[in-house]
């Protein structure tokens, strides 16, 4: 137990950090500061901090355009502008081309409008006169009955107008036997084209001829007997082109139809030096333009 060192005195209230023990043949201690030994290269590499890493940021956009990259687009607001002008342009034109022809069709309409009510054009009149010649020869040796027919229209036209003439083109005109199993078509003939006159009368006149129209037997007898009696019903339509003449201007020719369904046969020994009235009754006919009533 001799070979303890004694404990130093203990001080109230003082914490002194306490004095490293000594062996008992220990040298006292130096007052020189003692030096440390250098620890070993591994200790001092695990000892150091980690380096720090520095984030590694992407090179600029311009450096990728170098590169065999297309060029830049332009940029998308002027592109968009762009087309909403041309757009805007695009619009006016049509509006003010709109407008440029309303502007000419309301003054057509009002043009048409005062010619109309200077002149008071009127349609004119047309009636069909007996039809003469008629000339019918049926064939009894064959089965069915075969007819040659001849056939002379003339249909007369009165103007009532005073400022209007009208001119008639060319035209083609067809006569067909009514009858109640069905029209016999007996042929056609050019009309040739005149001019109307204003307060004046016109006529139109043709003949048309058929040969072999095979008939019914029981058509063939009606026939007969009709023409017998002079009893016989027909049909006459005439196409032609109409168009106007006023103050020395003339208008485009347009279709225009007449159509007679009342025609009779003529009396026998009738003749038109009084004008037709021992004829027989004269039969009205429509008027048509586009295939509307005129």
């Not at 009894?140 to 103007?159: E, H, L, Q, R, T």
């Not at 063939?220 to 049909?235: C, D, G, H, T």
Request: glycine letters at 8%; proline letters at 11%.
């Amino acid at each position: 137990m001799s070979g303890k060192p004694p404990l130093p005195p203990s001080t109230a209230g003082r914490s002194t950090p306490a004095a490293p023990a000594r062996s008992a043949g220990a040298p006292p201690a130096s007052k020189t500061k003692p030096t440390l030994a250098h620890p070993p290269p591994h200790v001092v590499a695990t000892l150091k901090p980690p380096p720090q890493v520095i984030p590694l940021r992407p090179p600029p956009a311009h450096l990728y355009r170098h590169q065999g990259a297309p060029p830049p687009r332009k940029p998308r607001h002027r592109q968009h502008h762009r087309r909403r002008r041309s757009a805007c342009s695009c619009r006016r034109a049509c509006c003010l081309a709109t407008g440029v022809f309303l502007l000419l069709l309301c003054l057509a309409l009002a043009a048409s409008c005062l010619a109309y009510l200077y002149y008071r054009p009127r349609a004119p009149a047309f009636h069909l006169q007996p039809l003469r010649p008629v000339r019918l020869r049926l064939s009894n040796a064959s089965f069915p009955s075969a007819m040659d027919a001849a056939v002379g229209v003339k249909a007369v036209s009165w103007n009532p107008n005073d400022r209007v003439a009208f001119r008639y083109g060319a035209g083609e005109g067809r006569v067909s036997l009514a009858d109640p199993d069905g029209d016999v078509d007996l042929g056609w003939a050019g009309v040739a084209a005149f001019e109307h006159a204003p307060r004046t009368v016109a006529s139109v006149a043709f003949v048309a001829t058929a040969k072999g129209v095979v008939l019914d037997e029981a058509v063939a007898a009606r026939v007969r007997e009709r023409y017998r009696r002079r009893q016989l019903a027909f049909r006459v339509a005439v196409d032609a082109r109409v168009g106007v003449r006023v103050a020395g201007m003339r208008s485009a020719m347009v279709p225009v139809r007449l159509a007679c369904d009342g025609g009779v046969m003529a009396r026998r020994g009738g003749s038109e030096s009084d004008g037709g009235s021992n004829l027989g009754p004269m039969s009205k006919c429509q008027v048509y333009l586009f295939r509307v009533r005129w």
